[in-house]
Each structure stands twice: as structure tokens, then as C-alpha cells.
């Protein structure tokens, strides 16, 4: 999974400021308040829309196809081990077409037996369906490994199969199609309690809202242009409904000369939170030195010099006159000081919401598996990091309104039970496919309690009828934010989600939307 995470790190870290300052009127069937007030009668009007129920059957019949078979621009090989009467090579942009007679209408496993010198990304699509991407691991080894996407829903008849490189070169033998089982409904069974040790009244009240929801519906979720409700307006000008979801990135918190950007960021989800809405906050954390790089390759700032000889658990719990003491006194070095200055600032932004009784849903570090930011690229480094925020926040500055999201695929960057309370992934794909395979994969990583899991960012919308169809009902989906969703103008894009598609999301039986969300700290003491 380690390319698609580089993937995904280097699309957020590239729109982390990107996207529109503001939404134009125009005339539509559906009128916003400038404001982003939401409307509740204005949704009324919308009669919800059921998902599509398909056929589903099972089978054990396995397929077999020969890549040499297929259609190719390729090159056939005959040296060494291989299937049939060769193996074919594909470089970057090449693609194999096969097609399969499907027994009947079901999920199905699509294995390919494939190996690459220097790795590779394979994109599979089922007829102009993206459903997955293959990652094949550098190996210099001539044997094939079998990678599989799982959880592949293909209707009776003739389907075309298209593998395409998207990067790097690999050789492909052969293709399997074997039964699959839609995701597994033990991946529902998780636990509403908040890994916070202090959590408000809101919080429990939002974490078991969340906790019920998972499973059963699809929260809307949606990514801003940092200092704008753009993104949002232009979705209730579209659907008449407004999100349950403000995401936005808290990176311009620790920069002087953004200083009165960011805060204008921080009222608009104050005055969100304020209306009932949910609001959520990734942190893409700027080195804590004086290039403020958010990538590793444009700073000299590294996680490991920063915290090697440091008393990681006392340093976690020391108030910042105990933290300048033992700074003065060589005790605590230059990074390790900077670094926990960046997170007392942060501390201080979340208090307002802490202040105003308004839970935050809380991303800090995501991608840590990810060689592009600071912070990752080591396993033990990085949940060494991860707890040091966490008992930071929780324990000494008391931070009772946080709900803690992992965004990552790897488990061996997952921090643990006790300081997760969600899994997230960024999927930049750009397809509507439901991911039920990642969905599965993840809720089966070993030594990782059941956690709710959400799509936190996308380029493409998942269709939730295919979220329903195939039981991978994330918890939320949220969309980036600019151009992934609006154009230079403001107005709604459909470079990657058509208009349709989004209009039946919102006005879904199964999507939940800002004005269905209840009361929290009513929610948290019902039965």
C-alpha cells in the first residue's frame, strides 16, 4: 500500500491551500443563504431518494485468464517460469484488455500474478468502472506474487477487464476471478466509548452518534478551502442540503504571516460548530523550524534527531514553564522545545472549541507511512510521535472535546487501541467505486480493535448505493476541497463527481446531511 499512500500524502500536501476564496450567486432551482445558514425546509422539499437494489448470487466457479490472451501493447515473453504460452511485459501507460463471461451476478476476488523489478501501480476497471489499484513490490526475484482487490461486485454476461500501468513496469501471467463474500458485518461491531480519558458531554454524545451511525448510514463530509465556506455553499446550492461535516486544516494555525487568515478559518468553524454542524480538522503539521516545510524533501527537520535522548513521557505531561526550565538547562533540545511550542499553539486553537462546547473530529500526522512528510516513514518514530500529541492534549492541557482519527493503512503505523478512536484513508482514485476491498482490508488488520472507518478524503464521490451494495458502508466520505469540487469561479465542478451523482448522495435515504443531525449532549444521555 506504500505507493498509493505517497499518492494520496502528495495530493492533500498539494491542496492543503489550493481551492476558490469565494462562491458567486447564480441562478438556480435552489437558492444558499450567503452565510451558509442552513435551510431545513428548503431539504423538506426533496423527496429522498432509496438506493438501487442489485441481484446477488453465489458461486464457486473460478476463472482463468492468461494475460497473453487478452488484448495488449505490450511485448509477450517466453524466459522463465510462466502459465500457459509466455507472460506479457507492460510499461507505464500500457494496458491488457481481457474479457470474462461472469457466471452470474455477485462479488468476486480479482487476482493478478504480477512482479516488477522497481514496482508498480496497476490501475482495474471493469468496463469504464475504476475499481481498485493494484501496488506490485520492487522485487528482483522472478517469480509472481498474487495481488488481489477484493469485493468486486460484476453483473451476468460479457465484462471487460482492463488492467492499465499508471507508473513503473511489470509483468503480468496470469488473472484469477474467484468467489468473494460481500465485507463481513462484524466490521460494525465497534465500541462508542472515546479513547479520551476526560471527554465532554458533547463528545460522548458525537462519538455515539458516530458509533450508531456506522453501519447503518453514510454522514456527509466535506473539505474546505482554508477561510471559506465555499465548497460548502456550492453543494446546498446544488442538492438544497448542506453537508454534516465541516473539514478543514488546521496547517496555517503556525504561520505568522497567514495569521489572519487562520483565524478567519477558525470562526467559520466555530460558527458551524455554533449551528449544530460536525466539525473536523486535519493537521498537516509544518516543520517546527524556520522553513515551515510540510514535506520532507523541503526540510532539513527530522523526526528522529528531534526526539532520540528525549524523556518522551515526562516531556508529554511538563507545563511550559517546567519545559523552559529544562531547555535552559540543556535538558531538552532545540527540535524537541520547537516542537512541543508548534503543539501548545495548536492546543490553544482547540480550546476555543473545547471553550464553546464544540467536539472536534481530529486528524492529526496523517499518511504516517508516507515518506513525504516529516513525521513519517518510521513506524516506531512515528506512534512514539502520535502518543506524545495525545497525552500532550488529553493529560496536560485537558482537552476533553477531541475525537482521535488515524488516517493510514498500514498497521504498523497504527498508535493503538487506547489513542484511536476512528480509521481514515484518502483514497485518490478517482472513481465512485465503494472500496469495499480496502474498506474489508482494513477492518481486519491484525492487533487493531474494530474501529468505525471513513473515507477523510477523495477526489471522486463513492456512490452510496455501491457503499450499500456492497456492505462497505464507511462512516463519512469527504470530498477535497477546490477544484476537486468546485471550479476557478466557484461554481460546482464536475471534473471529478457529476452533478447527478452528488444530488442523489444528498437527498439519499441513507446519507445523513446537516439538518438531520440531532442534539449532542441530548444524544449522549438517551437510551
Known amino acids: ?100 463471461e461472469i457466471p452470474q451476478p455477485q462479488h468476486y476476488r480479482v487476482i493478478i500474478a504480477a512482479r516488477s523489478e522497481k514496482g508498480a501501480v496497476i490501475r482495474f476497471t471493469v ?157 498537516h503539521w509544518y516543520s517546527p523550524d524556520t522553513s515551515r516545510a510540510a514535506l520532507t524533501a523541503e526540510t532539513n527537520f527530522r523526526l528522529t534527531s528531534a526526539i532520540s535522548g528525549q524523556d518522551m513521557e515526562q516531556l508529554a505531561v511538563s507545563g511550559a514553564e517546567e519545559v523552559q526550565m ?6 531538552v533540545s532545540d527540535k524537541m522545545f520547537a516542537m512541543i511550542k508548534d503543539l501548545d499553539k495548536i492546543a490553544e486553537v482547540l480550546r476555543r472549541f473545547d471553550e464553546a462546547d464544540i467536539p472536534v473530529i481530529w486528524q492529526p500526522i496523517p499518511d504516517g507511512e508516507s515518506e513525504l512528510y516529516w513525521w513519517g516513514g518510521n513506524s516506531e518514530e512515528y506512534k512514539v510521535l502520535w502518543e506524545f500529541i495525545f497525552k500532550r492534549l488529553n493529560k496536560l492541557h485537558g482537552l476533553g472535546n477531541l475525537i482521535w482519527v488515524w488516517n493510514g493503512s498500514d498497521a504498523e503505523f497504527y498508535p493503538g487501541n487506547s489513542y484511536c478512536d476512528i480509521i481514515g484513508q484518502g483514497v485518490y482514485e478517482k472513481s465512485n467505486s465503494s472500496f469495499a476491498g480496502r474498506f474489508s482490508a482494513l477492518s481486519e ?18 456512490k452510496p448505493e455501491y457503499m450499500f451494495r456492497d456492505n462497505a458502508m464507511w462512516l463519512w466520505f469527504a470530498i477535497g476541497s477546490g477544484s476537486y469540487i468546485v471550479d476557478s469561479e466557484g461554481n460546482l465542478s464536475e471534473a471529478y463527481t457529476d452533478w447527478q451523482s452528488l444530488y442523489n448522495a444528498y437527498n439519499s435515504k441513507i446519507c445523513r446531511t446537516l439538518d438531520e443531525l440531532p442534539d449532542f449532549n441530548k444524544y449522549a444521555l438517551s437510551e
Open 1 to 100: 500500500m506504500k505507493l498509493f499512500r505517497k499518492t494520496a500524502a502528495f495530493l492533500m500536501g498539494v491542496a492543503l491551500l489550493c481551492g476558490c476564496r469565494s462562491i458567486p450567486d447564480r441562478s438556480v432551482s435552489t437558492s444558499a443563504s450567503e452565510s451558509s445558514e442552513p435551510e431545513t425546509e428548503a431539504a423538506e422539499s426533496f423527496e429522498e431518494l432509496s438506493p438501487t437494489l442489485y441481484d446477488i448470487y453465489k458461486s464457486d466457479e473460478l476463472i482463468k485468464l492468461n494475460a497473453e490472451g487478452g488484448v495488449f501493447n505490450g511485448n509477450v515473453r517466453t524466459d522463465g517460469e510462466y502459465d500457459g504460452h509466455g507472460y506479457i511485459v507492460l510499461d507505464e501507460g500500457m494496458t491488457l484488455t481481457h474479457i470474462a
Open 127 to 283: 468496463r469504464t468502472q475504476t475499481e481498485g489499484m493494484y501496488y506490485i513490490e520492487p522485487s528482483d526475484e522472478m517469480g509472481y506474487g498474487l495481488y488481489a482487490i477484493d469485493c468486486i461486485y460484476m453483473s451476468e454476461g460479457a465484462m471487460l477487464l482492463n488492467f492499465t500501468v499508471e507508473n513503473g513496469s511489470a509483468a503480468i501471467d496470469y488473472i484469477l476471478l474467484e468467489d468473494a463474500d460481500s465485507v463481513s458485518s462484524e466490521a460494525y461491531l465497534v465500541h462508542s466509548s472515546s479513547v479520551s480519558s476526560n471527554a465532554s458531554v458533547s463528545a460522548i454524545g458525537v462519538m455515539r452518534y458516530l458509533t450508531d451511525t456506522f453501519g447503518s448510514g453514510i454522514i456527509t463530509a466535506q473539505n474546505v478551502t482554508p477561510a471559506t465556506n465555499a465548497e460548502l455553499d456550492a453543494i446546498y446550492k446544488e442538492t438544497g442540503r448542506y453537508p454534516a461535516m465541516r473539514c478543514g486544516e488546521l496547517a496555517l494555525s503556525l504561520l505568522e504571516d497567514e495569521s489572519e487568515r487562520a483565524e478567519e478559518e477558525i470562526q467559520l468553524a466555530l460558527e458551524w460548530g455554533e449551528k449544530g454542524g460536525l466539525v473536523s480538522y486535519t493537521w
Open 326 to 331: 529544562l531547555y535552559e538547562n540543556g535538558s
Open 445 to 462: 488488520l491484525p492487533d487493531m480493535q474494530k474501529k468505525p472507518m471513513a473515507i477523510t478524503s477523495c477526489d471522486s464521490m463513492p
